[in-house]
């Protein structure tokens, strides 16, 4: 599976996905995490844009997002 830009493609709305952002005045990769498109805009699994994921990414918007990849299947057991 390759990443895909968003400038190619978005995901189904409202399925959940790995994205990928660049971070903001250095426009280096950034993991973010997983988020969802609606079909206007990008929703983080999270409550806001802000929070868990700030150690890694400490500015990013979801403006921000240029790749998403589908999550893997789940595991077979659980």
């Not at 996905?17 to 498109?37: D, Q």
Request: with cysteine; charged share 20%; net charge negative.
């Amino acid at each position: 599976m390759e990443w895909i830009s968003v400038e190619d493609s978005l995901p189904e709305e409202y399925v959940y996905v790995l994205v990928f952002a660049k971070s903001p005045g250095t426009n280096e990769p950034c993991p973010i995490g997983i988020a969802r498109h609606n079909g206007q805009q990008w929703e983080s699994l999270m409550e806001n844009w802000i929070g868990a994921w700030s150690d890694i990414c400490w500015d990013y918007r979801p403006e921000h997002i240029t790749h998403w990849i589908p999550l893997p299947s789940p595991p077979k057991v659980i």
